[in-house]
């Protein structure tokens, strides 16, 4: 009997835990580890996640011993966790830690490495299985993959297996993404290479598919039919913090748009795979990113907006502009703020655009995708007190409150016909009692268990770049004249309030 206060309804699947293997992580020193690398580790171990017979080895510049670099993580993990670390699943974890240092451009750091790699099978029952985070600056991506080959820390054999997680930025442009595919593919299979997006292990990106595949009453409506608009949005109230070199040279174009929001684009308007294996579920997102319409120079003005913040004040604060941030030219014109309309074109998205915005230093920290419904018709009210119809709206939350709502319209009680809208809300935290995940632990254990499903293949990351490309060539031909052009704690530009409202559309608004 089935009840209507069931939270679970399906029967309960065990994971299985990753492959025995070893984590190399170039880059190891980096606040990625601390911050996330580690911590998600930590939490697949107290999930019963990670296998007993692995390993982790640590490599950069910086000099350290096994139990230097053990001492610095152990501070890390007690710092940076999302939880308390449990002292038991700490001392499990903590002898398996180890550390090489080295140059990235030093072939020696390799051979080395091998060695150290055949100790560490010998004491932890590692198979010679390895997995390689390239947690480095984008630089060293070509170079550290070069070099694992030249030393045989590539190939696989007698039952092992050999893989590497790569970060973002995949390459500047098309051109550039071409031409690191080319390189790595002539060391490494594509079945060997993971390029890792952390929004995509987020449970609400996930739960994209089994909200629409799993439920009977969306994807029936899913489509141009009923759908008026999506909005997607990655808002950040942080600047640049410490990463003004390297943003002064990206850009939230290049930072934000060919990975994480396309990925969610994709996620959100993918076609029915015809399984969840992986390469059919790649399948149909590689085909929302080729379907979508090229943007001419003209396009380009009408249809994108970019902004740069000056100072302001956020969360009762004074902040400093782009242009004051650590390590950023004074008369910088990289953008902090995109927005911009981008249109599909199939059978089940002509005519329904979809817009994309993004920046730093806005009025809120938020992550989601809204699905703007059709407005139902007026004709049945025309004789009542309600003078307008609001749109259903149905928000998918990524961060930081992971969750799903949906808005629609209900009689406000009393004798006079009003309608009131409505707000059904789920939150992961509330609703399933357990706080989500970071969402590299999903990514991690998919790299262990070789499933690929959520990491994007070479042609989606040139498909990626193929829509920016007429953006970067416009705004290099021109440059902003305008910047600074929205102030910290705002939500950027006015221009981008402008390019929907011209259609009779707004972004969606916050309380």
């Known amino acids: ?27 190891a020193a980096g606040d990625l580890t601390k911050r996330l690398l580690v911590p998600s580790l930590y939490n697949l171990h107290a999930s019963n996640l990670l296998p007993e017979n692995f390993a982790i080895v640590g490599v950069t ?17 007690h710092e940076f966790a999302r939880s308390p670390a ?3 699943q700490w001392d499990w974890f903590k002898p398996k830690i180890y550390y090489h240092s080295g140059d990235f451009r030093d072939p020696n750091l390799y051979m080395q490495l091998k060695d150290k790699l055949a100790a560490v099978d010998r004491q932890r029952g590692t198979p010679g299985s390895y997995l390689f985070y390239l947690a480095t600056a984008p630089q060293f991506f070509g170079e550290i993959i070069k070099q694992l080959g030249a030393v045989g820390l590539t190939t696989e054999a007698n039952g092992f297996w050999r893989r590497v997680i790569i970060e973002k930025p995949f390459g500047r442009d098309l051109e550039s993404a071409r031409g690191l595919n080319k390189e790595i593919s002539s060391v490494l299979d594509e079945s060997q290479i993971y390029r890792i997006d952390h929004y995509l292990g987020k449970e609400t990106v996930q739960n994209m598919m089994v909200f629409r595949f799993g439920n009977g009453i969306f994807e029936p409506i899913w489509n ?27 850009g939230a174009l290049r930072d934000m748009i060919p990975n994480h929001m396309l990925q969610l ?23 929302v990113l080729h379907a979508i319409q090229p943007l001419t120079a003209e396009d380009v003005l009408a249809k994108a907006v970019r902004g740069q913040y000056g100072p302001g004040v956020l969360k009762e604060r004074n902040v400093p502009g782009y242009r004051a941030e650590p390590q950023v030219n004074p008369q910088s014109g990289t953008e902090t703020f995109i927005a911009m309309e981008l249109n599909i074109d199939n059978w089940r998205w002509a005519g329904v655009p979809f817009y994309l915005r993004t920046g730093k230093r806005l009025a809120q920290r938020a992550t989601e995708i809204v699905i703007q419904f059709k407005r139902a018709p007026h004709l049945l009210f025309r004789d009542t007190g309600v003078e307008s119809l609001s749109a259903n709206q ?48 999903t990514l991690l254990l998919d790299c262990m268990i070789g499933d690929p ?23 290099k031909a021109l440059p902003p004249r305008e910047f600074p052009n929205y102030a910290a704690g705002t939500w950027g530009p006015k221009d981008a309030d402008y390019m929907l409202e011209r259609e009779g559309r707004q972004w969606r608004v916050r309380l």
């Open 265 to 287: 684009v994709a996620m959100t308007a993918m076609e029915p795979p015809i399984s969840f294996d992986s390469e059919a579920v790649r399948d149909e997102k590689a085909k």
């Open 1 to 27: 009997m089935s009840t209507m206060n069931q939270k679970v309804q399906s029967r309960p699947v065990s994971v299985r835990p990753g492959d025995p293997c070893a984590l190399v992580i170039f880059g």
């Open 453 to 475: 499903t959520l990491f994007q293949r070479a042609d989606m990351v040139e498909a990626g770049w193929r829509v920016v490309a007429p953006l970067l060539d416009v705004w």
């Open 224 to 250: 141009r039919g009923y759908i008026d608009s999506v909005q997607i949005t990655v808002a950040e109230t942080v600047g640049v913090e410490e990463r003004g070199g390297y943003y002064d040279t990206a």
């Open 394 to 441: 149905l928000v998918m939350h990524i961060q930081p409150d992971e969750g799903i709502s949906l808005r629609f319209s209900a009689k406000v009680p009393g004798a006079v016909m009003n309608l009131g809208s409505v707000n059904m809300n789920m939150k992961y935290e509330e609703y399933f009692g357990a706080a989500p995940w970071i969402g590299y632990e």
């Open 86 to 88: 449990q002292k038991e």
């Open 61 to 77: 510049a910086a000099k350290f011993s096994d139990e230097e670099f053990r001492e610095k993580l152990t501070k890390d993990i």
